[in-house]
């Protein structure tokens, strides 16, 4: 499962940049509100589960937190640099614990109950399939507004033998 779940966030980070590298260049996409609010919070449900995973308070951060989208771009890649270090030290051992996610308590009432507990390894999956979720709405909104969103999928990454990330300068 950590091997897995270490390709799942390689592929992450790769799909991450290679959207922000063609939001960065596009200046219609890189200022358009819907597309900023939408990076901002799947960035911070990054943030968030991070949080979480270290012992940290959460602290979630909003689109009027940043000045541009470009320091917004290099808030994304601050997260793939600790997620990187989180994933070399964790042990399988790790991924089997349950987690304490502390905003569950607000999906109570969507729900119709209590939120069962998620072990780390599932909060793992829970992030990589939300990001991926929210990139395809960012590309949805991308190609509305003329941009060519950058082809993201899983399976290409694969195809091109895992590339190394090489994140725009913010």
């Keep these: 499962m950590l091997d897995l779940i270490r390709d799942l966030y390689a592929h992450m980070e790769w799909a991450d940049e290679r959207l922000w590298r063609e939001l960065l260049a596009n200046s219609r996409a890189s200022a358009d509100d819907s597309v900023l609010d939408l990076l901002a919070h799947l960035h911070s449900t990054q943030h968030a589960f ?8 959460v602290k979630l951060r909003k689109r009027g937190d ?8 290099g808030w994304a890649n601050r997260f793939h640099v600790e ?5 070399q ?7 089997t614990a349950t987690l304490s996610i502390p905003w569950a308590r607000y999906f109570r009432g ?4 209590e939120p069962e507990q998620v072990t780390m390894a599932e909060s793992c999956v829970q992030v990589a399939m939300h990001t ?10 991308f190609r509305a507004l003329g ?5 993201v999928d899983y399976i290409a990454w694969l195809w091109l033998g895992r590339p190394v990330v090489v994140w725009p300068s913010a």
Excluded: Y
């Design 83 to 87: 997620v990187r270090d989180v994933l």
């Design 50 to 57: 991070l949080d979480v995973w270290k012992g940290r308070d």
């Design 66 to 73: 940043f000045s541009d989208a470009a320091e917004m771009a």
């Design 89 to 95: 030290t964790i042990n399988p051992k790790q991924l």
């Design 147 to 151: 941009g060519n969103p950058p082809i």
């Design 132 to 141: 991926t979720h929210h990139r395809a709405q960012i590309a949805r909104h």
């Design 110 to 113: 969507v729900l119709g109950r």
